[in-house]
């Protein structure tokens, strides 16, 4: 089992939409979570962090968090065509004390006009 | 604010070469990470350093180094080339060390032939 697994895309939604992203990590220690967004050519770029069970919103973003079940979401209200990228899910596993980010393989999401 | 900034953007190398990759991190900053990314995958941990000193070090050969300035400026070497070490170099700075939000710069896109 992978440490951190993202659903397998790709994740097609028309503009408007709720496009829900999933993640699961493997491991129970596990604290800190996050999401980079990453367009095709460039880096990863920090959208959300959570750290605590619930949901934490910033704009169009949700990002949820259980511990118990060990999954970690993000939701994308009124999808746009600009978020079209591939979404990176990472955790700071635990026994890494220093930080370490482990990541899922990335889902691609593609907003259709 | 200046974010990550890498160097150089591009490299390409031949087998057997070594290379050697430097980021600065964001102003403040005092924690330097490596990734690799290969195309298709998410970011695989190589190292981190805090306080110039090795905090982690992910499951790479020894032909990978890294050290940290008294400026927490990076550098990232890699010995004895190989055509899988082809990748996006990644360096996410953080504040410390720990499971705090790490921010990545553009990244080194090396080329083995």
């Known amino acids: 089992q992978k440490e951190v697994e993202q659903n397998s895309g790709p994740l097609s939604v028309p503009e408007g939409a709720i496009a829900s992203l999933n993640c699961t990590y493997s491991?129970?220690?596990?604290?800190?979570f996050f999401w980079y967004r990453q367009y095709s050519g460039k880096s990863p770029e920090l959208i959300m962090s959570?750290?605590?069970?619930g949901d934490k919103e910033d704009g169009r973003f949700t990002a949820q968090l259980n511990k118990a079940s060990q999954y970690v979401s993000l939701l994308i209200r009124d999808s746009q065509p600009s978020d079209s990228a591939t979404y990176l899910c990472?955790?700071?596993?635990?026994?890494?004390?220093?930080?370490?980010?482990?990541f899922g393989q990335g889902t691609i999401l593609t907003v259709h006009p | 604010d200046a974010g990550v900034t890498q160097s150089p953007t591009h490299l390409i190398k031949t087998r057997g070469q070594q290379v050697t990759l430097r980021c600065s991190p964001i102003?403040?900053?005092?924690?330097v990470s490596w990734y690799q990314q290969v195309l298709g995958q998410g970011p695989q941990f190589i190292f981190q350093?805090?306080?110039?000193?090795?905090?982690g070090r992910g499951n790479f050969p020894d032909r990978f180094s890294a050290r940290q300035f008294p400026n927490y400026s990076s550098e990232l070497n890699v010995n004895a080339l190989l055509l899988g070490d082809s990748a996006l170099y990644l360096c996410?700075?953080?504040?410390?060390?720990?499971?705090?939000?790490?921010?990545f710069g553009p990244g080194t896109r090396l080329t083995v032939t």
């Open positions: 996410a700075s953080s504040q410390r060390t720990g499971g705090y939000e790490q921010y």
């Open positions: 491991d129970r220690g596990s604290q800190s």
């Open positions: 959570i750290y605590s069970n």
């Open positions: 990472a955790g700071t596993l635990g026994g890494t004390s220093y930080g370490k980010l482990t």
């Open positions: 102003s403040g900053h005092k924690s």
């Open positions: 350093y805090y306080e110039k000193e090795e905090r």
